[in-house]
């Protein structure tokens, strides 16, 4: 091949280069990622409060005037200490005339068992020994009857006596028998003592109602009565936090319910306290949604040590972690184009400078990036948004990157973005 022939084919090549460069760069450009591993952490991010296991309303189930307040709001309470005290004058006077019955139905009970028995043993004695003396004057007026000696008229007196006589003893038997054990009398006076001794212990109750004790270990955390107050029942007077297991409670919408599971990690930053993190875990997640709200109630466990400067309703920012992949091939979720079922997704590669559609099979998502299993390769280039069609030159413009998880709290980034889609 002559010098000539290579200096025309050289000159040809580099045309040719000059032509391909030349259309590249007429090539529109479009923002574009390139595909890398990179760590992939899913949250979400919800407010919640602080809540006690267990809070009360202590009220009065009695009318009347307060006496003494001994607590204020704030106060730490053991159970068992005296709160509140109504005025007891009334009670008292009552409670003492209830004891007095009580101790009038014991000695009629007593005397019954005791002299009565005595008395009413006695009387049958004397019916026995007045019927007897009775009947033999009727057996001695028969016999003069029967002589002549005496006229039918003494004979009818006689046996008069003898009917009064056969009543009275009667009469005193059925006392006697009244008088037992399980006579009548004696059983009614057991029923007055039971009665006077119900009555005495209603009275100590109400007058034990006049005084509000602490049920249990608590905090104090409302207080809506003072001294001289009329109070009644059925109205809070004192509301307690039940000493236990601190809780966080929030409401998550349910669109996120498949993310969460109990056990799962969780950061907490008070609004009061920005600088101050600390750790909790998801406890329980409620079993009925708020129809209302379209939220489930989600309680969180905390992770000793408690900080000292939680107060019951606290406003507080938690973030679950949900899903984490300490290295993922990920892809951002604005190169996903079209429908994402069964998790798949379609993504435009660039590939030798023009488009292509590619379908691939996605793994952990958040609202910002999507891990990829199958489809793609490390270092290849997906478009974002809007791109020229498939098939079409493309020159592909830095435009995102795999997005790392931000600190809570801070800017936007993985699961930051769900903020606003939760409510407390």
């Known amino acids: 091949m002559s010098r000539r022939t290579i200096a025309v084919l050289a000159a040809l090549a580099l045309v040719l280069a000059a032509g391909v460069a030349w259309l590249t760069l007429r090539a529109p450009r479009a923002a574009a990622a390139a595909v890398q591993p990179a760590p992939l952490v899913r949250t979400l991010i919800f407010s919640a409060r602080v809540a006690t296991s267990s809070r009360v309303e202590l009220g009065s189930t009695l009318t009347g005037r307060v006496l003494t307040v001994a607590v204020d709001e704030g106060a730490q309470v053991r159970q068992g200490e005296v709160l509140v005290r109504l005025e ?25 068992r005791s002299s009565g028995r005595s008395a009413a043993q006695a009387s049958v004695a004397q019916a026995d020994s007045v019927l007897l003396a009775a009947q033999a004057e009727l057996q001695r007026t028969q016999d003069l009857v029967a002589r ?10 006689a046996r008069r006596a003898v009917a009064v006589a056969q009543a ?10 009244a008088n037992e054990e399980q006579g009548t009398d004696v059983a009614q006076a057991q029923a007055q003592l039971a009665l006077a001794r119900a009555a005495v212990v209603a009275a100590q109750a109400r007058l034990e109602q006049a005084v509000l004790s602490a049920p249990a270990d608590a905090r104090v955390l409302l207080r809506a009565v003072e001294p001289g107050q009329i109070v009644q029942p059925g109205r809070a007077l004192l509301t307690l936090a039940l000493s236990g297991p601190v809780q966080l409670v929030g409401q998550l919408d349910e669109r996120y319910l498949e993310q969460l599971q109990i056990g799962q990690s969780a950061g907490v930053v008070a609004d009061a306290f920005p600088g101050r993190r600390f750790e909790a875990r998801v406890q329980s997640i409620a079993p009925v949604i ?20 939680l107060r019951e309703d606290m ?13 993922a091939l990920v892809v951002p979720m604005d190169a996903l184009v079209g429908d994402r079922g069964d998790g798949q997704a379609t993504v435009r590669v660039v590939r030798d400078g023009r ?36 098939g079409e030159r493309v020159r592909p413009e830095l435009g995102a990157a795999a997005v790392q998880r931000p600190a ?9 973005a769900m903020t606003n889609a939760m409510g407390r």
Request: aromatic share 2%.
């Open 315 to 327: 406003t507080l920012s938690v973030e679950v972690e949900t899903g984490r992949r300490e290295r």
């Open 88 to 112: 007891s004058d009334e009670l008292r006077a009552a409670l003492e005339q209830a004891r007095a019955s009580e101790r009038q139905a014991a000695a009629r009970l007593a005397g019954l």
């Open 168 to 177: 009275q003893q009667a009469g005193a038997r059925a006392q006697r028998a």
């Open 148 to 157: 002549g000696f005496l006229s039918e008229a003494r004979l009818d007196e």
């Open 408 to 416: 809570m709290g801070k800017g936007e980034g993985v699961g930051s």
């Open 290 to 309: 708020d129809a209302q709200r379209g939220a489930v109630e989600v309680k969180l466990a905390l992770a000793p040590p408690v900080p000292s400067f």
């Open 355 to 390: 488009v292509e559609l590619r379908r691939i099979r996605l793994g952990l998502t958040t609202l910002e990036a999507a891990e990829v299993l199958e489809g793609l390769a490390a270092g290849e280039w997906v478009l974002l948004g809007a791109a020229p069609a498939t």
